[in-house]
């Protein structure tokens, strides 16, 4: 009887152990809530995480060029340099464009006294001619006249007519020359002319100026340098405005769609990853960027001057787009949200290690938060990092 109970107390004892051993397993094996989050109502913005490039606007960078050919005489800016607008940046020798100058002015004021000529001596002439011929005809009139009396012979009323047509041919003659050297010397005036215009806006192109304020970028040639100009201008200098910037934005082909003009942009760049810059998009290219064939779409945000002064071309930025924001919705964290099976998923938390999965209809998903439509309420506990035993999470 003794020998009944104890192999009772001993299988009692084993059954008791074997229960303790097999809840600790199966609590080891069960679901373990590493980390949750309260589901909370705010706001949420739905954002694109994109890269960017700053470059300068159209008309802020303006490469400085030479039509002349010459010499460099004189280069008076150096990289760095602050320039205005119209200041003289460079001289190229003009001693051969002067000379012609010169040449053409002293062209100018001979063709200037040979009109000036032409147009005093012609009239006068023409007013002689035409005193002449009036006089010729008032006395062949007076001979014809005198002729039906018998007055006069008919010798003399041929030479009145021969006078009168004479002075008529030579009064015809000095018009039609008249107007025929005016014409000569008004066109050698205007070709002189012309010409000295000409040479002056070669002058010009010797003397090499700044077309915006900025700052001097780069310098291609040095004093002394010989330039020959071809079928394209020679660049000497690079002037940049940097308080005129814009912020290229490749927009993935896949995000594209959700990209609009008059979205609010923030930014980042290496050099000041603690400060958010801001903008909005002005433009969006239809032509395609593709590089490691990857396809890209251009979106252009312009940089407020107060900001471009921290900023400078070809730094590369991180770029949030903001295509929608809701206020006043239920949010969680984006590590909260699960996607199982094709289904939106959640596990809430009832208590220690105790969880119920729950699916969930979601809205915006931003950067760290999920917006939830329907499934759980405010308040809730959600698990944000859990083990989950295979077969469980089914």
């Known amino acids: 009887m003794k020998k009944i109970i104890v192999l009772l107390v001993l299988a009692a004892l084993l059954g008791a152990s074997g229960y303790l051993g097999y809840t ?11 980390e949750s989050a309260p589901v909370k109502l705010g706001g ?16 802020a960078l303006v490469k400085i060029g030479a039509r002349a050919t010459g010499t460099i005489v004189e280069m008076k800016v150096k990289i760095g340099d602050r320039v205005e607008q119209g200041e003289i940046i460079a001289l190229i020798d003009d001693r051969e464009i002067q000379k012609e100058i010169d040449r053409l002015r002293a062209a100018l004021a001979s063709a200037r006294a040979n009109l000036s000529q032409v147009e005093l001596t012609y009239p006068e002439r023409i007013k002689e001619a035409r005193a002449n011929f009036n006089y010729a005809r008032v006395n062949y009139n007076r001979e014809k006249e005198l002729l039906q009396y018998e007055y006069t012979t008919r010798d003399a009323v041929d030479k009145a007519l021969s006078d009168l047509q004479a002075t008529q041919a ?33 002058l ?17 040639a040095q004093e002394g340098e010989t330039i020959v100009t071809g079928l394209q201008v020679a660049n000497l200098v690079t002037v940049l405005d940097p308080s005129r910037l814009e912020m290229w934005i490749y927009v993935d082909e896949t995000d594209v769609g959700r990209v609009a003009i008059g979205q609010q942009v923030e ?30 779409y251009l979106a252009i945000s312009k940089v407020p001057e107060a900001e471009a002064v921290f ?9 949030r787009i903001i295509y929608k924001q809701v206020n006043n919705a239920l949010t969680a964290p984006n590590a909260a949200v699960k996607f199982e099976q094709g289904r939106q998923v959640a596990y809430k938390v009832l208590g220690p290690d105790q969880v119920v999965k729950v699916e969930l209809q979601i809205g ?13 309420e405010e308040g809730d506990v959600l698990a944000t990092r859990l083990v989950i035993p295979p077969g469980q999470g089914q």
């Open 24 to 34: 600790k397993l199966f609590r080891k094996e069960g679901i373990t809530v590493l």
């Open 364 to 376: 915006i998903r931003g950067e760290d938060d999920t917006q939830i439509i329907a499934g759980v």
């Open 170 to 202: 030579n009064l015809k003659r000095l018009q039609e020359e008249y107007h025929t050297q005016l014409s000569i010397a008004r066109a050698d005036v205007a070709e002189i002319e012309a010409g000295l215009q000409r040479q002056q806006v070669n």
């Open 267 to 296: 930014y980042y760049v290496d050099t000041y990853p603690d400060k958010t810059f801001h903008g909005t998009i002005d433009k969006i290219y239809p032509q395609p960027e593709i590089k490691d064939n990857i396809v890209y």
């Open 311 to 319: 900023l400078k071309p070809e730094m590369t930025t991180h770029v």
């Open 44 to 59: 949420i913005r739905g954002v694109l995480v994109e890269t960017g490039i700053i470059k300068p606007q159209v008309g």
């Open 204 to 220: 010009s192109y010797t003397r090499i100026v700044a077309p915006i304020d900025g700052v001097v970028t780069e310098v291609t």
